[in-house]
């Protein structure tokens, strides 16, 4: 199964020729071990280099004070403080971490050590330090030289600088790094201390602003209080005013009770009235003046009524015996008419009375209106001048008030300001460190070997994604879409006996897994023409150096050992190669004949493998492609292929010259060898469409010079012959062939 991404295949290849397939972790797996170097040199490369630097550099120290920031506002003023600390905590803080990383605060600390001549900041010094900074340069310094000296001296002691607030509390870490521990002790605790003096001068600084606002607000409410009781005086004196308090009580009580008084005097007038409009209704009608309830209710009319009703009644009775002119009766009715006129003169003057008392009520309640009235002017009129009282009251009050608060806040923040206390404490003093923070050596190998680890997978997978040449079984189905007769793995050959090392490897060593992965190959090719004989096949490559020679010189022994009278025919013209795998003269051969100076049975040669007769190339032609095109050339495929079982054509890459393609013409199927890891994929297709567009059919592809050894992909297809008990030859010395 190919390794490579399914998104890197549609890359490289139409749509209509990609399959997606299911990627597992051995094919990653064998990418990586196929390209391994490449894995252990980034490796080596990152962690030697990374030691070495690690090793090599100065060592770095931190030191580290922790203090801590309590927010606390200046008693100055609670109404609008001089100098006030942000609102919320949060913003109190952040201005606090800022202060203790500004640039004014560096500057005290590095004046107060004299840092400028300090080892740890000067280069001259023989110890060097953590940065270089300033060179000294002969003659006089301009200021710019200085100011520019010191801006550089505070911009490197700040990078060294680090505060960290602790998370959730007021404490904060306060570092210095540098190359000399003791040094940078040193300077990070009086960078502490530098803070708290710092803080203590703005409170106090804030102290005496306020001292000197305040005493100017002072002065000025002074005067302001003083006007303000002068124009209050003034006006009571105007006014007549010794306590319009109690005046208004006065005005107001007296107003209550005529309001009181008044009341029941028209309550009173009212009763009279009705009285009095009442007799005066009655005195028309006689009868009806006695019902009055004031006259029913006379003990003496009363009295007087029942003397004159006993007396009429007398009077009735003595009339039938005496007559009206009798003394008797003449007596009686004397009393009885002075009865009657004692009854009236009584009824007349209690009726006198109620319109006499009717009089007095009427003009008491005149008065009483009167007398109200003129209260309520004199209480509108005190009410106006209580205004004006009041305001200028309330304006005096408020002065001495506001006068009486300053002076208060004069005197505490006298005394805040001579009390020399901070809200800022220091919790830990920096102590020498014993061991440096940078470089951290472990930490820094084991970073740079997972960084190389992770750059050489990284390049081998880009590598991989680059590569578009032919590497497995899986690339010749899927990227050239034709059979895969078998798989040739990068010799071994014996080291020892016979010089040169030889090709054959199928004939030196049968029992070897090179041996059987020839014979493989050579089952596939008798598979490929089972329902057809093809008798004349042609082994072509794409481009040259991809060891076709090899494997028709293999694939003609491997044919040859199963009985079959085998020919290989040598019709590479530029290049040839038969003679020398075989060891045979090279003349005459294919190309004498051609012409006609020889016969065939000149020019098939007899090899030490049984069954197996080659036909070598003879001498070059300098037109081999006319020469291979020629009839003379069809005359000898006809023959060949009548007298021999099998005819295997070894000819110069499709892709260089024309040759092969012109002998497909005449072949009954091509096989193309595929050079594994160096076979473009695309330089191959190119070349079957060429083969195949002369109508000469592909039997199938054979990948040559396969490595096992370095975990490629073809470990699958030989593996199960050393497993089986190929291979038993020891002693094998590997050895590069084409």
């Known amino acids: 199964m190919t390794p490579q991404w399914g998104f890197l295949n549609k890359l490289m290849l139409p749509k ?7 990627i597992h972790l051995r094919d990653y797996a064998q990418v990586i071990l196929r390209r391994k170097w490449i894995l252990i040199v980034s490796f080596i490369v990152l962690v030697t280099t990374v030691t070495i630097y690690s090793f090599k550099t100065t060592p770095i120290y931190q030191a580290t004070t922790q203090v801590m920031i309590n927010k606390e506002d200046p008693n100055v003023i609670s109404f609008e403080e001089v100098m006030s600390l942000d609102s919320t905590d949060q913003m109190f803080y952040q201005t606090q971490y800022k202060i203790l990383a500004s640039r004014s605060l560096a500057m005290r600390v590095i004046n107060s050590l004299n840092l400028k001549d ?49 998370r959730n509390s007021s404490l904060v870490n306060i570092s210095f ?29 804030a102290s005496q602003d306020a001292v000197k606002w305040l005493q100017k607000q002072l002065h000025e409410k002074r005067e302001m209080v003083e006007k303000a009781e002068n124009a209050l005086q003034l006006y009571k004196e105007k006014e007549g005013i010794v306590s319009i308090d109690d005046r208004q009580n006065i005005i107001v009580q007296k107003l209550e009770e005529l309001n009181t008084t008044l009341t029941e005097a028209r309550t009173e007038r009212m009763g009279l009235e009705t009285l009095y409009n009442l007799s005066k209704k009655y005195s028309e009608r006689p009868g009806m003046i006695e019902s009055i309830p004031e006259v029913m209710k006379n003990p003496l009319i009363q009295d007087l009524k029942i003397k004159y009703v006993d007396l009429s009644t007398e009077i009735k009775k003595l009339s039938d015996k005496y007559g009206k002119n009798h003394p008797v009766m003449i007596r009686n ?14 009824v007349n003057k209690i009726i006198k009375s109620i319109e006499t008392d009717y009089r007095v009520a009427l003009s008491k309640e005149e008065n009483l209106s009167n007398a109200l009235e003129e209260q309520k002017k004199v209480a509108l009129n005190l009410n106006r001048k209580a205004i004006a009282y009041g305001t200028l009251k309330r304006d005096s009050e408020g002065e001495r008030a506001m006068y009486e608060i300053l002076l208060k806040r004069l005197k505490e923040t006298d005394i805040t300001g001579e009390l020399q206390t901070s809200n800022i404490r220091v919790v830990d003093l920096a102590e020498v460190p014993r061991s440096p923070i940078k470089p951290r050596k472990k930490l820094n190998i084991i970073l740079g070997a997972i960084v190389g680890l992770g750059l050489g997978i990284g ?56 041996a059987e992965a020839a014979r493989n190959i050579r089952t596939g090719v008798m598979f490929s023409f089972a329902d057809k004989p093809r008798k004349l096949i042609l082994i072509t490559s794409a481009t040259q150096g991809e060891g076709k020679t090899f494997v028709a010189s293999n694939l003609a022994t491997a044919i040859a050992q199963t009985g079959k009278n085998t020919l290989l025919v040598d019709t590479d013209f530029r290049k040839p190669r038969i003679d020398k795998v075989f060891n045979i003269t090279r003349n005459p051969g294919l ?9 065939l049975e000149s020019i098939i040669k007899s090899t030490c493998v049984p069954n197996l007769s080659i036909a ?20 000898f495929c006809k023959t060949v292929k009548e007298r021999f079982d099998m005819v295997i054509f070894d000819s110069p890459p499709a892709m260089t010259v024309t040759d092969a393609i012109v002998l497909s013409r005449i072949m009954d199927g091509f ?42 992909y073809y470990y699958q297809y030989y593996s199960h012959y050393y497993k089986y008990g190929y291979g038993s030859e020891e002693d094998l010395k590997e050895t590069e062939k084409i």
């Open 118 to 166: 300090n080892p740890e900041f000067n280069p001259d010094e023989e110890s060097g330090g953590f940065f270089g900074l300033v060179v000294k340069k002969p003659g006089p310094e301009k200021e710019s030289d200085k100011d520019n000296k010191n801006s550089e001296l505070i911009d490197t002691y700040l990078e060294r600088l680090e505060v960290e607030p602790i």
């Open 459 to 514: 390049l081998i997978f880009f590598l991989e994604y680059l590569d578009n040449t032919i590497k497995s079984p899986e690339d010749v189905e899927q990227y050239l879409d034709v059979p895969l007769l078998g798989v040739l793995e990068k010799v071994k050959v014996q080291a020892g006996g016979k010089s040169p090392p030889s090709d054959l490897i199928t004939h030196e060593m049968p029992k070897s897994v090179f």
């Open 177 to 205: 790094e540098g190359v000399h521990k003791d040094i940078v002790t040193t300077i990070v605790n009086k960078h502490a201390e530098e803070y708290i003096t710092r803080n203590l001068e703005m409170r106090f600084a």
């Open 333 to 346: 009715n004397s009393k009885a008419k002075e009865l009657k006129t004692r009854i009236d003169a009584e």
């Open 616 to 635: 070598t190339c003879g001498f070059m032609p300098p037109n081999p492609s006319e020469m291979l095109g020629s009839t003379n050339m069809d005359e």
């Open 671 to 712: 096989i193309i060898v595929i050079k594994s890891g160096e076979t473009v994929r695309e330089t191959a297709k190119r070349a079957i469409s060429q083969l195949t567009s002369n109508r000469c059919e592909i039997l199938g592809a054979v990948v040559n010079y396969v490595d096992i050894s370095r975990g490629s």
């Open 16 to 22: 209509e020729n990609i399959q997606e397939k299911e």
């Open 591 to 599: 190309s004498n004949h051609l012409i006609g100076e020889t016969d």
